[in-house]
T-cell receptor
């Protein structure tokens, strides 16, 4: 069974860059069959898909965050990472990494999730 | 973007009774190629990540109790818990994967009456 674990600083200052890493275990990130996604949940509860990366390095970002977002992959470490620049208080959220299964139509549902990590933007 | 809405915002149901949650998408999420609806349901308990319950609108994920069922097509979908158990107290979200950006409903909170 695939397991995912987020890691990274819990506190980021406004205007700085939020950096998080997701470590995948129980399966190879290079095996194909999945996109590797980031999703966040604001304190109010809403879930927002941030973007995904394929093991080859191809990405798809939410247009609402695209100008500030970089997702990368390190297949040698079985990890993928998120960098969100110029953060504000509105970026305060629990950040989840998840596997997004590839279906006949393309990217599909999220079948495995990490436990999530709270990132707070505050001076 | 496809906008997902859910109703009600919350509901309280007696143990053993039926709970019904509705989800509506702003556009059809029916794939013409495989005639399946690109709609998933998740359950989230406090302090936990969402858990996949249903995909393709009506296919139960492995290990999910059969009291959970999904139905609907096009733009209107329903998640039904046929006999509510105490462990089903949670927030339930629908999500479309028909087109990017992939979007979630605002959630429905289910509690015990």
């Amino acid at each position: 069974q695939v397991q995912l674990q987020e890691s990274g600083p819990g506190l980021v200052k406004p205007s700085q860059t939020l950096s998080l890493t997701c470590t995948v275990s129980g399966g190879s990130i290079s095996s194909g069959g999945y996109y590797w996604s980031w999703i966040r949940q604001h304190p109010g509860g809403g879930l927002e898909w941030i973007g995904y990366i394929y093991y080859s390095g191809s990405t798809n970002y939410n247009p609402s965050l695209k100008s500030r977002l970089t997702i990368s992959v390190d297949t040698s470490k079985n990890q993928f990472s998120l960098k969100l620049s110029s953060v504000t208080a509105a970026d305060t959220a629990v950040y989840y990494c998840a596997s997004q299964i590839i279906t006949v139509g393309g990217a599909g549902y999220f079948n495995y999730w990490g436990q999530g990590t709270l990132a707070t933007v505050s001076s | 973007d496809i906008v997902m809405t859910q109703s009600p915002d919350s509901l309280a149901v007696s143990l053993g009774e039926r709970a019904t949650i509705n989800c509506k998408s702003s556009r059809s999420v029916l794939y013409s190629s495989n005639k399946k609806n690109s709609l998933a349901w998740y359950q989230q308990k406090p302090g936990q990540p969402p858990k996949l319950l249903i995909y393709w609108a009506s296919t139960r994920e492995s290990g999910v109790p059969d009291r959970f069922s999904g139905s609907g097509s096009g733009t209107d979908f329903t998640l039904t818990i046929s006999s509510l158990q105490a462990e089903d107290v949670a927030v339930y979200y629908c999500q479309q994967y028909y087109s990017s950006p992939f979007t979630f409903g605002p959630g429905t909170e289910v509690d015990i009456k």
